[in-house]
């Protein structure tokens, strides 16, 4: 069976710091290029932070570059979203994916966890 399970979230107030966690299991993670999206209460879905397979290449929304920063650690399945200098903007839930591409695209996805800015 696979899952994404996230961990981490929470309420910290502006400028505090969170890590989120995301384990995974049940599919060749190393093989994946794991992502985090977010959801803002009345907002669509905004992809956040990227981390090729391997780890070699990661990428940002403009809006985080600078603050957040993406790592995984493929011994363990998990992949991480190291969140400082936190904003009320960043308040949404926060969701694990995880996609490959081959001759047909795989997506898995978690069930989020709530990041709340607020002081």
């Known amino acids: 069976e696979v899952q994404l399970v996230e961990s981490g979230g929470g309420l910290v107030q502006p400028g505090g710091s969170l890590r989120l966690s995301c384990a995974a299991s049940g599919f060749t993670f190393g093989s994946y290029v794991m992502s985090w999206v977010r959801q803002a209460p009345g907002k669509g879905p905004e992809w956040v932070s990227a981390i090729s397979s391997g780890g070699g290449l990661t990428y940002y929304v403009d809006s985080v570059k600078g603050r957040f920063t993406i790592s995984r650690d493929d011994a363990k399945e998990t992949v991480y979203l190291q969140m400082n200098n936190l904003r009320s903007e960043d308040t949404a839930v926060y969701f694990c994916?995880?996609?490959?591409?081959?001759?047909?695209?795989?997506?898995?996805w978690g069930q989020g966890t709530q990041v709340t800015v607020s002081s």
């Open positions: 994916n995880a996609e490959r591409v081959d001759f047909a695209v795989t997506t898995y």
